[in-house]
């Protein structure tokens, strides 16, 4: 088992920075991928970044590409979100998943584990 458990959100203003952190425990991650999705009220959970815990290779949706940033810290077993120049429609539940799959995927439907999420409001 693997548990994540997502931290960082709040309330900024378009153009703002928010980084969002995602900690994870129970397994080595080195054999998995790790991802970010969103979901808006009213809306499908959309695909964000995803990162290869062994080697870095990254992963963008196009929406968000240029300006948010996925990494990791292998030390802390924490996987990051730095998003930059954040519009309005980039509100949503923010979550964190991980899959055993070593394909960097954008379909929910591949990850294994999901952590409870994390609100991200950008609002004038």
């Known amino acids: 088992q693997v548990q994540l458990v997502e931290s960082g959100g709040g309330l900024v203003q378009p153009g703002d920075s928010l980084r969002l952190s995602c900690a994870a425990s129970?397994?080595?991650?080195?054999?998995?991928?790790m991802a970010w999705f969103r979901q808006a009220p009213g809306k499908e959970r959309e695909f964000v970044a995803a990162i290869r815990w062994s080697g870095g290779s990254t992963y963008y949706a196009d929406s968000v590409k240029g300006r948010f940033t996925i990494s990791r810290d292998n030390a802390k077993n924490t996987v990051f979100l730095q998003m930059n120049s954040l519009k309005p429609e980039d509100t949503a539940v923010y979550y964190c998943a991980a899959t055993r799959s070593l394909v960097l995927s954008s379909s929910s439907h591949e990850y294994d584990y999901w952590g409870q999420g994390t609100q991200v409001t950008v609002s004038s």
């Open positions: 129970g397994r080595t991650l080195s054999s998995y991928a």
